[in-house]
């Protein structure tokens, strides 16, 4: 678990194939006094384990899946990552919880540029943009941010000069892809939401042609239950 908040931007050393995934290097600087084989550590918003540490470089295996859902295939050797250590158990929290698995990637759309600030629009698939509300939480290369507006198919966020010195995002141009995590506590609110309005008298949990709505007779929610509860 980690919370978005970047403590170092890492240099890639090298990536290659590495039987069905690939062998990405990392060189860490100061972070690695800190770092010990078998720890997490979020790369661009990926959860990797350190599987091997020489001077202030850390080996990680990445796996075809991760490849798959991430930009990490897309590294170049120099290029800047950014890292985070997992969350220790009372510590504080400054930005939101992140698990480090990667939703999907985003687009950068365009950037818009505003006296001390920058708004940056991504371009996403429709079911992680139904993942998303104004004003809620939202890692893009593992940088904990907040949504300024959703729209069907792309966010946006606001980024300080901060952010745009001290992580990649800085370094990101228009076309340029990012990996993006929805905030788990909204996934797992629709996921609660839609089993409740989902039939429970079994089949494949949709209604038939003809028959009665989800949550009017199969016990999910409705008006009623509603207003039963208190809500007017």
Known sequence: ????????????????RAGEGSLLVLELGAMTKEVKPGESISVEGVCLTVTGLKGE???FDVSQETLKRSTLGELRVGQGVNLER???????????????HVDGTGTI???EEHPGQCTMWFTVS???????????????????LTVVEVKDTSFSVALIPFTLTNTTLGLKKVGDRANIEADILGKWVKRLYGTMLAPNQGGSG????????PGKEQGGITMEFLKDKGFE
């Open 109 to 111: 759309q365009k950037k």
């Open 57 to 59: 470089q850390a080996s």
């Open 206 to 213: 949709l209604a038939e042609k003809g028959g009665p709505a």
């Open 1 to 16: 678990m980690f919370t978005g908040i970047i403590e170092h931007m890492g240099r890639v050393k090298e990536l290659r």
């Open 126 to 144: 429709k079911e992680l943009a139904e993942n998303m509300i104004e004003k809620g939480s939202v890692a893009v290369d593992g940088i904990s």
């Open 86 to 100: 997992s969350l220790k158990v009372g510590e504080r929290m400054g930005g939101h919880f992140v698990q480090g």
